[in-house]
């Protein structure tokens, strides 16, 4: 069977004739909690699985599964087989979402798709029910008979790390095997500039204990002689940054970035930057945040401050990330934050160092060839006539790297279903509409031009 090509005006008019019931289809999968970082929400990342499966065979696929290896959440992959002579084509997204956070932060319900003005509002609306959504729209786009084959692959695990991905590809390698694969998981540079993402950070993290005590004291009878474990953690924790904010930690890898200027004033604006508040490391603004390390700590385990009394705290505890840089390797990396940690202990402390549950490799691609000359015309096209732009990402999906290891031979192209003020991960998360509905024509038209 050979399906024919469709013009681009023809694809283009599918594309507005599909996307009202296609945004009905994601505002649905947004009402669904899917947190996979939550255990309490494990039967509602199945009901997120379940309901993404139910749309793909509602397209006329036929062969459509819900999967999981080693325990891990459910995943969704869905084939329909290629034309004669016509390649085969891996959509890749993820159903689950980040928890909510402070519901005080949020303008809406964040589990309630809400529009306002230019934006779709809710958890998962963007990062990345909406590359669930992209996915459907191209295949409606084609009448369900697309001139390509086409895998769906819907993970559930992405935002707590893919930790049995691994594992997963091993088990079912023979359904993902595809000459192409679409990550719809990526940002695009501004609204209205589409981009391909060429280069990704990875992620590793650790907890890092701290004790000092073996039991609270009195801070006015022994403070000043007496260490607490508070002031040790943050001295510890300081010596991960030299003077100007750069990773102190030896031996970590740092590489050049796309020749792209960002500007400060915009990144100030888009990362709600507080005014005087300095811009930290050396390098371009994009070499900080896509080429090189960075280290947060994201989270600290002490007494609360409406609990405090006058008391030394004998113990406390730190998670610290770090974005490993493309070219870097996450295990050696993740070792050597270790040996730094453990090797600058302040006044004697006792320090344990543990690892943490994110382990994902940084990505780095080479978006040279026919692939990706069909995709860079279908942007061009979808954003009518505006080039795209090469970008990296600081941010990771370890997906990438797993799937590169896996399928050397295949072509990975990261396109993004988000802008710089989609706030994925926090609160008020936000899908532009007219974004997206250009996100759903380029894949539509990416289709074809493969």
């Known amino acids: 069977m050979t399906v024919a090509k469709k013009t681009p005006d023809e694809i283009r008019a599918a594309v507005r004739d599909v996307l009202p019931s296609v945004r009905a289809d994601l505002e649905a999968l ?57 390649p085969t084509v891996l959509l890749y997204a993820h159903h689950d979402v980040q928890p909510v956070g402070d519901l005080a932060d949020w303008d809406s319900e964040p589990f309630e798709p809400t529009e306002r003005g230019d934006r779709l509002y809710g958890r998962g609306a963007a990062d990345d029910k909406a590359g669930i959504a992209a996915h459907l729209a191209a ?26 991905l691994a594992s997963f590809l091993a088990e079912h390698q023979d359904l993902l095997q595809a000459d192409v694969i679409v990550i719809a998981d990526s940002t695009n540079w501004e609204i209205g ?13 650790v907890f890092v204990d701290v004790a000092t005590l073996d039991h609270g004291i009195h801070s006015g009878m022994w403070g000043g002689l007496v260490p607490d474990a508070m002031m040790a953690l943050v ?5 991960l940054y030299d003077d100007d904010g750069n990773v102190a930690v030896e ?9 792209v200027d960002y500007a400060e004033d915009r990144i100030r604006a888009e990362s709600s930057l507080l005014d005087g508040v300095q811009l ?62 453990e090797s600058h202990v302040p006044w ?14 940084p990505g780095v691609i080479h978006a040279d060839g026919p692939v990706y000359d069909a995709a860079r015309a279908a942007f061009k096209e979808a ?46 998360e936000g899908l532009h509409l007219k974004e997206f509905e250009r996100v759903c024509l380029a894949e539509s038209l990416l289709l074809n031009n493969l």
Do not use: C, M, Y
């Open 235 to 239: 001295r510890l924790l300081a010596t």
């Open 193 to 205: 500039v589409p981009a391909l993402t060429t280069t990704l950070r990875g992620n590793v993290d």
């Open 251 to 259: 031996g970590l890898v740092s590489g050049p970035a796309s020749d």
């Open 348 to 361: 004697g402390a006792r320090v344990t160092v543990t690892k943490g549950r994110e382990s994902g490799q």
């Open 139 to 164: 295949i409606r786009a084609h009448g369900g008979n697309p001139p390509v084959g086409v895998t769906v692959f819907v993970e559930g695990e992405e935002e707590v790390g893919s930790p049995t």
């Open 383 to 428: 954003w009518d006539g505006t080039e795209p732009v090469d970008i990296g990402v600081g941010g990771s999906i370890p997906f990438i790297a797993a799937f590169q290891d896996a399928f050397p031979g295949s072509a990975v192209l990261v396109t993004g279903v988000e802008d710089p003020d989609t706030r994925a991960h926090g609160a008020n």
């Open 30 to 86: 947004v009402r669904i909690p899917s947190v996979s970082a939550d255990p309490a929400a494990r039967d509602e990342v199945r009901r997120s699985a379940e309901a993404t499966a139910e749309l793909f065979k509602g397209e006329g696929f036929d062969d459509v599964r819900i999967l999981s290896s080693g325990g891990g959440a459910p995943a969704v992959v869905a084939r329909k087989p290629a034309p004669a002579g016509a």
């Open 280 to 341: 930290i490391g050396s390098g371009s603004h994009v070499e900080r945040l896509w080429t090189k390390p960075s280290i947060s700590i994201i989270g600290l385990d002490a007494t609360r401050t409406d609990q405090a009394s006058n008391t030394l705290i004998p113990s406390a505890r730190a998670k610290v990330s770090l974005r490993v840089a493309p070219g870097d390797e996450a295990t050696a990396a993740l070792d050597k934050l270790i040996a730094h940690l």
